[in-house]
Each structure stands twice: as structure tokens, then as C-alpha cells.
């Protein structure tokens, strides 16, 4: 409420010179009462004026408050020493203080509309709104000239939520002063919650009329029908606005909505190079054919389209990120890249956008640029969990394992979600395998597994690294069979846990899980292990085979050109 209230303290500051001058021509305030003063005091009461003023000039208010309040005392009933103590009591927050000074300033000289609304000011400071509502009434009703203040009156009716007097002031004030752009949002909010569409359907034409060289009101009210759905209004409204671009891509909006994609796609493209229809606009249009289009063709022209338009503006943020989104959802995954990298040269403060570069570049597997985009990124975000998780997965995979450890345990310390920890923790042991430092690593799957019992992740490559190194396979077996029980059909879980019961010795249970798996996936570890377990069960041959079927992949063991030569498991 103090906010609003500065507003007016320009105008009180005006209307003290206007008052002045018609009652002083030689000073600030009206002339004091000294008919029954000494001349002692009447000069001692005018030099504290000066004072007064002096201090406030210099900003020192409490000086001056002293000053009047002594003046006051002199010359009680000087309704500018009156007003000029309320005015500095309120603006120091002390509205109750204020509320006598300024009701008597009031009282004092009933036609000095700034005496009325600095009490009402007060009066609204103290939250009793309806004896503010009452002197705007008053002053409007016997201060000619003061009609514009209708408007104000009517927000504290708003305010109080007395909607129907509201409406009836603002139609006052129509009366005098026609619709105004204020006015219709401030009645739009209380036709809104009504559900008064008529109505307010009726004053937006009002106020069309007034600017009917302007068609902006026009495409609002549109936009407001299509936002209603009340389609057939708006259509009928578009087509009578001729050659205006913002009309034809609403046009396009509303023939989307109908199922008629061609003409949609067709009417906005006229408008995409268009200076007359900003690209807020466009983007949208843009974004809703995402979820209509169906056929490679319309997919290529929104993807035309959404280039275009970030040629059209390169130096337009939201711009180049949407096309960056419109290429990701359209699987260009490479040309999504390129426009989000764009997009965060003209604002790398969207933590948004460094994530999808993020997610683009781990999908294409380019984590040499992941690990320098996501340590970018920590100079704008540098509590940002999921970039340390990025950067140190980025490490983790080009097998700078060190540096790996050094991210993500910084980073962990911001994961406040107990799975993102277990994430967390995971990678860290995956790191410290890579290090061979086996202890720290089974410690880190431990933290992970206490947040996330159920993490996959974690299981798996805990289990099958605890078979590779024949130690405690107890726990192996019971995380990998836990790893199976969840996810019966993925690969590369069944060959964890099939692997773990060959490290047991258990060959005919483990060919159950390594068949399945070779079965499933053409990789070229989990076929060389199903070679493997046919071999311990005798059948050579077959186990030739796999191991022949698995040399075609990289993903193979260096020994399986050996053991297919040797016709022998080597280990």
C-alpha cells in the first residue's frame, strides 16, 4: 500500500505550490492565524516554517517533523501543518500515527482534494477500505474535476472484492471519459471469474470502435475466442480483417483445430517472414503443429519453418532454443545441437537449455563435448546436481577416472533427491573400479544400494564385478537374481546374472540366463559367454559357434580368435 501511496506524493508536493500561491505569494504555507498571537510568536512560527521546510529539502524528516509538530502548537488548526505531519508520518510507515493529522488537515478545508486523498491514502494503509471508498465518493461528488478519480474507487471496490459496484464506477467513468485499454483489463478480471463472457465481449467491441484505425484489439479479442474455443466467432471476426498477417496465422490456429493441417500449414507460412507478426506468435503456431503433424512432409515443413525463422532472428534467444526443441522432438538430434549451442551463446543463463545440450550430446555420445559444455555450464550453475552428474559421467566414459571421482563427489553434495544420490554413488563406484580401487568402490555401491535398494544400474555392474574378481559371490548372486526378477527380458541383466551363477560353477542354471540373453542382443560379450558356458557343459562344438557368431563383434574378448583356434576356453 505504501507504494501506491508515493504515487500521489508528487502530486500533494503540486498541489502544496498551487495552495500556496493562492493564500502566500511570499512563502510555502498558507498565512498562519495570529490575530491572537504576540508578534514574537508569529515570526518565531514562521521561522520554524522555513526550518521545516529546510529539513525536508535536506531530507532530514524527523527534524522536520519536530518543527511542524512545534509549529502546531502555535497554529493548531493550519490544515497544510496538518497535512505536511501526515504526509511524512506515512511515508515513514506510521499510518496510524497519520490518520488525525490528515482527517484534520481534511476537515480543516474540505475543497483541497490532495487533504481527501491523502486521509483516504491513510485510511487505506489501515486496510479499512470502506472509508476510503467513502472520501473518493465524497471528493468525486463535490470537487468538480475529479471524475478521473472513478477509476481509482473502483479498484478498491475491485480490491475488496465488491465486484458489482466496481463494475458500476468503471461504467460511470465510460460515461465521462469512454473505454480506455485500463479499463477493460481491470473488468476483464472481474468477467473472467464470472464466466461473463458477453459482457465482456461487449466492452472489447466498445473499445475496438473507439480505435478502429488499430486492429490490435481486434486479434486480442480473437485470440481470446480461440482461447475459449468459441471458433465459429472468431473465424467470422478473422475474415473481416483483410491483409492483416496476425489474423491469417489465427486463421491457421483455428483450421488446425478443425483438422485441416494443409491450409494451417500453408496459412502460417505466409506469415513467418512477416515483421508485422511478432515471433512469440509464430513460435507458438509453430508448436502447436508439433502435436498435429502426422506425415514426413509436414514434419520437414514445420522443421523449413522453424529454421526459418531462426535465420529470420539470430540474435533472438527464445528463437533458436525452440528450433533446438522442434529438431530434438523431430529426432535431429545433430541440428538440435546446433541451435541450442546458438541459443546459449545469447544467454547461457537458461539452465534449461544447457541441459538438452547436455542430453542431446550423451544420446550422440559425444562426451568430449559433454564433459567442456557441462563444466560451462557450472560457472552459471554451480549447485546444479545434474551438471556435476554429466560431467563426471562424461569422464567416467573417456576413462579419466581421477577426474571422474573429483566431480561427482562434489557434486553429490548437492543431489537432495535420494535416487539422483544413488545415481550418484553408483558412478562413483564405477569410477573407482576403473581406478582399481576395489574397496572404495564396493563402499560407493553400498551408499548407492541404501538409497535405492532397487537401482538396476548398480546392481548390475556390482554383481558382475564382484564374478570378474570371484569375491564375495554370495552377494553377487543375490543382487543379480534380484537384477533378473526385475527385468526378465533385458540382455545385458540376464548375462550378469547368468555369469555370476558360471563364476559359481553352477553351468547348467547359468545356460538358462546366457542363451536367453545371446538370443536377445547380437554383443559380442554376452554371445562369447554363452560360448563359454557350453563349453564347461561339454558341448564344444556349439560353443565354437557362439564363439565364431561373437568374433564378428568388437565387443569380443582379445582371446576369441585363440580359443576358437585352440577349440579351449581360455579365462
Not at 534380484?482 to 553351468?507: C, E, Q, S
Amino acid at each position: 500500500m505504501r507504494a501506491h501511496y508515493f504515487l500521489w506524493i508528487g502530486m500533494l508536493l503540486c498541489s502544496l505550490a498551487g495552495y500556496s500561491q493562492k493564500n502566500n505569494q511570499g512563502g510555502d504555507f498558507a498565512p498562519l492565524d495570529v490575530t491572537e498571537l504576540s508578534e514574537g510568536e508569529a515570526l518565531k512560527a514562521e521561522t520554524m516554517l522555513i526550518d521545516a521546510e529546510r529539513e525536508l529539502i535536506l531530507d532530514n524528516e524527523y527534524k522536520a517533523l519536530e518543527l511542524f509538530k512545534a509549529v502546531l502548537e502555535i497554529a493548531p488548526n493550519n490544515p497544510v501543518v496538518n497535512f505536511k505531519i501526515a504526509e511524512i508520518l506515512i511515508k515513514n510507515g506510521e499510518s496510524r500515527e497519520a490518520l488525525p493529522y490528515a482527517t484534520k488537515a481534511m476537515n480543516l478545508d474540505k475543497s483541497n482534494k490532495y487533504y481527501i486523498l491523502l486521509a483516504a491514502e491513510v485510511h487505506k494503509a489501515l486496510s479499512d477500505f470502506d472509508e476510503a471508498a467513502r472520501l473518493y465518493q465524497q471528493m468525486i461528488d463535490e470537487i468538480p474535476g475529479t471524475e478521473s478519480y472513478l477509476f481509482d474507487l473502483a479498484i478498491i471496490y475491485q480490491y475488496q472484492g465488491k465486484n458489482e459496484k466496481a463494475l458500476a464506477t468503471y461504467r460511470q467513468a465510460e460515461e465521462i471519459f469512454g473505454m480506455n485499454e485500463m479499463v477493460l483489463r481491470e473488468k476483464q478480471k472481474i468477467y473472467l471469474k464470472k464466466r461473463d463472457y458477453p459482457s465482456l465481449i461487449a466492452d472489447w467491441d466498445k473499445l475496438i470502435k473507439e480505435n478502429a484505425d488499430n486492429d490490435r484489439y481486434a486479434i486480442e479479442l480473437c485470440e481470446f475466442l480461440i482461447s475459449q474455443n468459441l471458433m465459429d466467432e472468431a473465424k467470422e471476426r478473422l475474415q473481416n480483417l483483410k491483409n492483416n498477417k496476425h489474423a491469417d496465422l489465427l486463421m491457421s490456429e483455428i483450421a488446425l483445430s478443425e483438422g485441416n493441417t494443409a491450409l494451417a500449414m500453408d496459412l502460417s507460412e505466409s506469415t513467418m517472414g512477416s515483421s508485422d507478426v511478432d515471433f512469440q506468435a509464430k513460435l507458438q503456431v509453430l508448436n502447436r503443429f508439433l502435436d498435429f503433424v502426422i506425415t514426413s512432409e509436414e514434419f520437414d515443413k514445420v522443421s523449413q519453418m522453424a529454421m526459418s525463422l531462426a535465420t529470420d532472428y539470430p540474435n533472438q534467444y527464445e528463437v533458436q532454443a525452440f528450433t533446438g526443441d522442434v529438431m530434438y522432438r523431430l529426432e535431429k538430434k545433430e541440428e538440435a545441437r546446433k541451435f541450442y549451442l546458438k541459443a546459449i551463446k545469447l544467454d547461457p543463463t537458461n539452465y534449461g537449455v544447457w541441459q538438452n545440450i547436455l542430453s542431446v550430446e550423451s544420446d550422440l555420445n559425444q562426451f568430449d563435448s559433454v564433459i567442456v559444455h557441462a563444466e560451462q555450464a557450472m560457472e552459471y550453475f554451480p549447485n546444479q546436481a545434474a551438471l556435476y552428474y554429466f560431467a563426471g559421467t562424461g569422464y567416467l566414459i573417456t576413462k579419466n577416472f581421477k577426474r571422474s571421482v573429483q566431480v561427482l563427489d562434489q557434486g553429490k553434495k548437492y543431489a537432495t533427491d535420494p535416487k539422483l544420490l544413488t545415481i550418484f554413488y553408483g558412478q562413483l563406484g564405477d569410477a573407482y573400479n576403473g581406478m582399481k580401487q576395489f574397496d572404495k568402490s564396493y563402499s560407493a555401491y553400498d551408499d548407492a544400494l541404501k538409497a535405492d535398494p532397487q537401482n538396476d544400474h548398480v546392481l548390475n555392474n556390482y554383481s558382475y564385478f564382484l564374478s570378474l574378481r570371484n569375491e564375495k559371490l554370495d552377494k553377487a548372486l543375490a543382487m543379480s537374481t534380484r537384477l533378473a526378477t526385475m527385468h526378465p527380458d533385458n540382455p545385458t541383466y540376464l548375462d550378469t546374472h547368468g555369469w555370476v551363477l558360471y563364476t559359481l560353477g553352477r553351468y547348467e542354471e547359468a545356460l538358462i540366463y546366457l542363451r536367453k540373453a545371446a538370443n536377445l542382443q547380437d554383443d559380442g560379450t554376452v554371445i562369447e559367454h554363452y560360448g563359454d558356458v557350453l563349453y564347461k557343459l561339454g558341448r564344444i562344438d556349439e560353443a565354437i559357434d557362439q564363439w565364431k557368431r561373437a568374433s564378428q563383434y568388437e565387443d569380443a574378448s582379445k582371446n576369441i580368435e585363440k580359443k576358437i583356434a585352440d577349440r579351449k576356453l581360455y579365462e
